[in-house]
């Protein structure tokens, strides 16, 4: 989840971003701008979800950036931090589409309050209803019965959806990657990259994983031995969802390892075919969202 902060204020740029980085939910990354201008290039270049901007500035107000992103129709979420506290004013950017207007000063709390549902919307905004054909030679499962499996098997509050087709960044690294392969040939035939959150979410689906092995999974990128076994186990009860449609056999899952660094398959996978992959999100209560690509081979 991408914000930019956008103030002439060096030092309030530093409070926010320090405040922003005590947000639990999920880890946020974050870019600061000192201009409206400088913002609107990061925006072209970085493309944030969220932009938090100060009103008065020398060069472009808040509110002017506020009316540019919308103008732009920008596929991006805007609010104010500002000393700006007049209900008339605070109307005027509501009414120009701002989703609030915190005015300094704030603690923390208040700004986590005021984030966390831009940081839900922005995470339900990237599923879909759209389901392309798979090959029919694609050992890959239905979402809907993957599901159901994992109400049976790991936890009935467990949600996945398909979401619009994922790409590679290397701010979503580190990561965790299965290989499923067919149980007689030894064959590979399915790989699932899982975002850390992903991780987080099937772990602690299948097993009682305490909050702070979670928090240095997200916050720091430490997945412990203990979160890889848990995934491990969610993903190997359910693997003959991952059902070859020739030969009737389900796929088993044959290793889980973790991904620290890119290279070039893991981006080549990225890439591939709308046919032979299928991209998810995974949920369970007060949890952040995880990604899932699913590729398939023949």
């Not at 270049?45 to 992103?69: R, Y």
């Not at 959150?197 to 928090?215: D, F």
């Not at 996978?269 to 046919?275: F, H, R, T």
Request: with cysteine; charged share 25%.
């Amino acid at each position: 989840m991408k914000i930019l902060l956008v103030d002439d204020s060096a030092a309030t740029l530093e409070i926010i971003k320090r405040g922003l980085e005590k947000f639990e939910y999920r880890k946020l990354l974050i870019k600061k701008a000192n201009s409206a201008k400088e913002a609107l290039k990061e925006i072209g270049s970085w493309q944030p979800d969220i932009v938090l901007t100060d009103w008065h500035m020398p060069d472009i107000s808040g509110l002017s950036l506020l009316k540019a992103i919308k103008q732009k129709q920008l596929d991006i979420t805007i609010a104010m931090v500002t000393t700006v506290d007049e209900q008339d004013k605070v109307r005027v950017a509501l009414e120009h589409g701002a989703e609030f207007v915190l005015s300094k000063p704030f603690a923390d709390n208040d700004l986590h309050h005021k984030i966390m549902p831009l940081v839900l919307a922005a995470e339900a905004k990237i599923k879909t209803r759209k389901i392309h054909t798979l090959h029919k030679g694609v050992a890959l499962p239905q979402v809907g019965q993957w599901e159901r499996l994992m109400h049976k098997h790991v936890d009935d509050k467990l949600e996945l959806h398909q979401v619009n087709p994922l790409s590679f960044s290397p701010e979503d690294l580190p990561c965790v990657m299965a290989v499923f392969e067919d149980p007689e040939s030894q064959k590979m035939r399915a790989i699932a990259i899982l975002d850390i959150y992903a991780v987080c979410v099937l772990a602690k689906s299948a097993r009682a994983i305490s909050e702070q092995t979670s928090h240095d999974a997200i916050h720091l990128s430490q997945i412990s031995p203990e979160l890889l076994s848990a995934c491990k186990e969610a993903l190997s009860s359910t693997s003959y969802a991952f059902l070859d449609s020739y030969t009737r056999r389900s796929l088993r899952l044959k290793s889980l390892r973790f991904i620290g660094k890119p290279f070039a398959k893991l981006r080549r996978l990225y890439k591939s075919a709308d046919n032979m992959r299928i991209d998810l999100c995974c949920q369970r209560p007060n949890m952040a969202q995880g990604k899932i690509l699913l590729v398939g081979f023949l």
